[in-house]
């Protein structure tokens, strides 16, 4: 069963910066378009950042300029590393993965379980 294991979320100040991590196993990662999604209460989840299988990227235009979405194929390991916080960034940030590109904007085969990011005033 393929797993995607977040980490790296945590409590931070606004303007601090955070690196996420999403492990994965039993995927041949390396063709797979990867993706971050964040869902805050009350909130439908939103789509922060997608990298594909040959590491072209997109950001939401919300985190674009303070995220940089990253992979290492050789750990099966993305990353998302996001600089000058805001309150507004609090959210469950859940990593994603999809064998078809398009797909991770919308309908991703496979999700973590997710990690917190709390930013305080």
């Known amino acids: 069963q393929v797993q995607l294991v977040e980490s790296g979320g945590g409590l931070v100040q606004a303007g601090g910066s955070l690196r996420l991590s999403c492990a994965a196993s039993r995927i041949v990662f390396s063709i797979h378009a990867m993706g971050w999604y964040r869902q805050a209460p009350g909130k439908e989840r939103e789509l922060v950042a997608v990298?594909?299988?040959?590491?072209?990227?997109y950001y939401a235009d919300s985190v674009k300029g303070r995220s940089n979405i990253s992979r290492d194929n050789a750990k099966s390991t993305l990353y998302l590393q996001m600089n000058s916080l805001k309150p507004e960034d609090t959210a469950m940030y859940y990593c994603a993965a999809s064998r078809i590109y398009s797909k991770i904007y919308s309908t991703p085969d496979y999700w973590g379980q997710g990690t917190q990011v709390t930013v305080s005033e």
């Open positions: 990298i594909s299988s040959g590491s072209n990227t």
